[in-house]
C-alpha cells in the first residue's frame, strides 16, 4: 500500500510562489508515476502536471510551475511561480505503478494512490 502526504500549501500574493511536496510511503518510489492534480470549489479534479522519466504540463500552467522527484528521499515536488488567483485549489499528488502515456497521465483515473490533498489560495 502506497500513502502520499503533500504539504506545502498555504496563503501567498499574486505573483509570489509556492512549493509543493509530497512525501510517499510503502512500495518501490522509482517505479511510479507520479501526477499533481487540483480541484477548486464546485470544478472538477484538473490535472496539472505529471513525471516519469519525463514531465509533462497542463496548458495552463506551462512554464510557470516545475514537477521534480527526489528518488532518493521519496518525494515528489511541484515549485510553483507567478502565481495567479485562478490557480487557488487544494492541489493533491497521485501515484501509480508504470510508465503509460501522457494522454493516460493526464486522467485521474490512471492513478491508483491519492494524497489528502493541500490547500493553496493566491490572493489578487
Known amino acids: 500500500q502506497v500513502q502520499l502526504v503533500e504539504s506545502g500549501g498555504g496563503l501567498v500574493q499574486a505573483g509570489g510562489s509556492l512549493r509543493l511536496s509530497c512525501a510517499a510511503s510503502?512500495?518501490?518510489?522509482?517505479?511510479?508515476?507520479l501526477g499533481w492534480f487540483r480541484q477548486a470549489p464546485g470544478k472538477e479534479r484538473e490535472f496539472v502536471a505529471s513525471i516519469t522519466w519525463s514531465t509533462f504540463y497542463s496548458d495552463s500552467v506551462r512554464g510557470r510551475f516545475t514537477i521534480s522527484r527526489d528518488n532518493a528521499k521519496n518525494t515528489v515536488y511541484l515549485q510553483m511561480n507567478s502565481l495567479k488567483p485562478e490557480d487557488t485549489a487544494t492541489y493533491y499528488c497521485a501515484a501509480r505503478y508504470g510508465a503509460p502515456t501522457n494522454s493516460w497521465l493526464s486522467r485521474a483515473e490512471t492513478y491508483n494512490y491519492w494524497g489528502q490533498g493541500t490547500q493553496v489560495t493566491v490572493s489578487s
Open positions: 510503502g512500495g518501490s518510489f522509482s517505479a511510479y508515476a
